[in-house]
């Protein structure tokens, strides 16, 4: 008789379930890219109940924009920030903007940017950078940062990002370009960040 450890069972029964659920992810974003909304709904929303991040942002998207059902931003606030908190960078992101756009919480919006720009989120990137350059009284006006981040964001982007790139740069100093441009030339991108962990150092105001 052939006997089957419950380990083995164990450890077969969860690739079977990340197996699925990575199936439904992919069958939400092709409905979700095709604006089926009711496909990607019927697709995110249990995985998103689960817990699985990238359901939570994409379910964040659709009540953040009213697409398959009705607005709701204090809903897709809380789903970006379930997202958020496991690394996913989208999720950062427009928490983010969130926060910094109409200034309810620049440093908290910062904070959160910060967490998606490291691992790579161009538009993050950007709106870092522009934080960082226009300054506030929770984030000091940092410009060797701003040019950091603004050039990481224009790299191999659309032509509006690189033209309001050298637009910015008109209000640095020759040497803090060449700060922000070492910064930039050694910044490598770290995946999955996530709030709780350590992040790569931040050399703080000049």
């Not at 790579?120 to 506030?136: H, I, R, V």
Request: hydrophobic share 40%; net charge positive; glycine share 8%.
């Amino acid at each position: 008789m052939v006997r089957c450890s419950y380990g083995l069972f164990s450890v077969l029964a969860v690739l079977v379930c990340v197996s699925l659920s990575a199936a439904d992810i992919e069958s939400a974003r092709r409905a979700y890219q095709e604006k089926d909304y009711s496909k990607a709904l019927q697709a995110a929303a249990p995985l998103a109940e689960q817990g699985n991040a990238d359901a939570q942002c994409l379910l964040g998207k659709m009540y953040w924009n009213g697409e398959g059902v009705l607005k709701d931003t204090g809903r897709a606030v809380q789903l970006f920030r379930a997202s958020g908190v496991q690394g996913n960078a989208e999720a950062q992101f427009y928490l983010g903007s969130w926060y910094l756009l109409p200034r309810r919480d620049v440093a908290e919006g910062a904070r959160w940017l910060r967490l998606s720009a490291e691992q790579g989120n161009q538009d993050a990137q950007w709106l870092l950078g522009k934080a960082y350059l226009e300054g506030s009284k929770e984030l000091p006006r940092d410009p060797v940062l701003a040019y950091m981040w603004l050039r990481l964001a224009s790299q191999d982007n659309l032509d509006f990002y690189q033209s309001a790139f050298r637009v910015a740069e008109r209000q640095m100093t020759a040497a803090q370009m060449a700060k922000g441009k070492a910064l930039a030339d050694r910044w490598k991108p770290t995946p999955g960040l996530k709030p709780d962990e350590k992040q790569p150092s931040d050399p703080g105001p000049r």
